[in-house]
């Protein structure tokens, strides 16, 4: 029988490897030459920029990648941060219907 201590850590170890699955299956590989691209021919609408950061904005993928969406500039756009979050939160549920 396993003490109290070495239960715990093997339910540690045993939820780790299953979130590290499950989020390396949600994520999906971006280009960040892509990405670079689209602010290369998309200023930050917030100072013009064009790389760099762009403060309250995050570059978005108009059709999202799980749904089958392309990792190029124009499949991107320029998204408030808070948009962006409502979005995301919509996109997680289609991609976890997909899978």
């Not at 609408?45 to 950061?53: M, Q, V």
């Not at 392309?70 to 408030?80: E, G, I, K, V, Y």
Request: net charge positive; hydrophobic share 35%.
């Amino acid at each position: 029988m396993l003490c109290p201590v070495k239960n715990l850590i093997a339910a540690f170890v045993a939820a780790s490897l299953l979130l590290t699955t499950v989020s390396a299956e949600a994520r999906q590989q971006r280009s960040a030459k892509a990405k670079a691209e689209f602010k290369h021919q998309n200023p930050c609408p917030a100072t013009g920029a064009l790389k760099g950061s762009c403060p309250g904005y995050v570059v978005d993928h108009i059709e999202p990648l799980c749904a089958g969406g392309a990792d190029t500039p124009d499949n991107m756009q320029w998204q408030s941060i808070e948009d962006g979050k409502r979005k995301d939160k919509h996109e997680r549920r289609l991609c976890a219907e997909k899978h």
